[in-house]
């Protein structure tokens, strides 16, 4: 049951450039998404979040898009520094239809090198 | 700044034995949650609770196991009898009043059962 999917499950960029995470979805009752970020050994930290009637939010260096005709999110992080190296879990609610549990990818491990 | 804090952080117990494991979410926030997440593998939803009650509950979240908050601060994951397979990280999570408010979570708590 992988209604939420990240298909690339390490990336590897430059400090200074930019970092791209993709994220699919398959159910059409999400309505709200979110980034978190995991280091080993800490539970996940919120990073931004997006609702279904955007197709963009942006938070400083961080910007999440929205295509909700391809159900594809992805995630940009411009400039990329070493700190943002962890692993990036995007997730997915259906909080119109009296739920809020959060639906996790499998995680895209990020690795920004100097 | 506020976080959810958990306890144990390592949990190790033999298979059969009853386990409980506690956190302590943000105080003003009224929804809580537990997820787990095995070993290499996703983060999953086990069970939300709102009002002193279960709202919502996984395939996951059998009879062994159970959710309680005791008192005005604590909320707890109860598992009667472990299994090898309950071996996960488990993490507490919570929010405030608004659906689309983003769940924080715990650090989590490492269980291992041999």
């Known amino acids: 049951d992988q209604q939420v999917k990240q298909n690339s499950p390490s990336l590897s960029v430059q400090e200074g450039r930019i970092s791209i995470l993709n994220c699919d979805y398959t159910?059409?009752?999400?309505?709200?998404f979110l980034w978190y970020k995991k280091y080993p050994a800490e539970g996940p930290t919120f990073l931004i979040s997006i609702s279904s009637i955007k197709d963009k939010n942006e938070d400083g260096r961080f910007t999440v898009f929205l295509n909700k005709s391809a159900k594809h999110l992805s995630l940009h992080i411009v400039p990329s520094q070493p700190g943002d190296s962890a692993v990036y879990f995007c997730?997915?609610?259906?909080?119109?239809?009296?739920?809020?549990?959060?639906?996790f990818g499998t995680g895209t491990r990020l690795q920004v090198f100097p | 700044e506020p976080e959810v804090t958990q306890t144990p952080s390592h949990q190790v117990t033999q298979m059969g034995q009853e386990v409980i494991l506690r956190c302590v979410p943000i105080?003003?926030?009224?929804?809580f949650y537990w997820y787990r997440q095995i070993l290499g593998q996703k983060v999953e939803f086990l069970v939300s609770f709102y009002n002193n009650e279960i709202s919502e509950k996984s395939e996951i979240f059998d009879d062994q196991f159970s959710v309680e908050r005791p008192d005005g601060s604590n909320f707890t994951l109860k598992i009667r009898s472990t299994k090898l397979e309950d071996s996960a990280m488990y993490f507490c999570a919570s929010r405030d009043r608004a659906i689309h408010n983003e769940q924080f979570f715990g650090p989590g708590t490492r269980l291992t059962v041999l």
């Open positions: 159910n059409s009752m999400f309505d709200y």
């Open positions: 997730a997915a609610s259906a909080g119109s239809y009296n739920t809020d549990k959060l639906i």
């Open positions: 105080s003003n926030h009224l929804y």
